[in-house]
């Protein structure tokens, strides 16, 4: 007998930007402003996105979860010495969305933009 696993299965389904964006405008958050480098070249698109405590972030999204992967590895490679350690507090990666804020987030905004992934 021959058993295949896991055919057709491509893991979880990417999150999209449309959906996750509406979401997040209908949560208060203000869409708008210039993409890094990095956002610029998401293969899903990007934005940034303005919480109402003034907090901000850019949101990346890949079309798999590898593109997500990369876009990280993207962000440490090219973040300046004097940043690159603080990284870890304000780098979120998601299936295949990545998330650079401004400063580190709050439980508020952090729970608004992960609700709203869809």
């Known amino acids: ?4 696993a896991g055919c057709g299965s ?3 389904k990417p999150f999209d930007l449309e959906k996750t964006k509406s ?9 708008g402003g210039a993409l890094d480098f990095v956002a610029s070249t998401a293969t899903a698109g990007a934005f940034v996105g303005t919480f109402p405590d003034g907090n901000s972030a850019t949101f990346s999204f890949g079309s798999a979860a590898k593109d997500g992967r990369q876009m990280v590895d993207a962000y440490e490679r090219f973040a300046y010495a004097n940043v690159r350690n603080n990284l870890p507090d304000v780098l979120k990666l998601n299936r295949n969305v ?11 905004d952090l729970n608004t933009f992960t609700g709203c992934l869809k």
């Open 10 to 12: 491509s893991g979880p």
């Open 98 to 108: 990545v998330s650079l804020w401004k400063k580190h987030p709050s439980d508020v």
């Open 1 to 4: 007998m021959l058993l295949v």
């Open 23 to 31: 979401c997040m405008v209908a949560q208060g958050v203000t869409i």
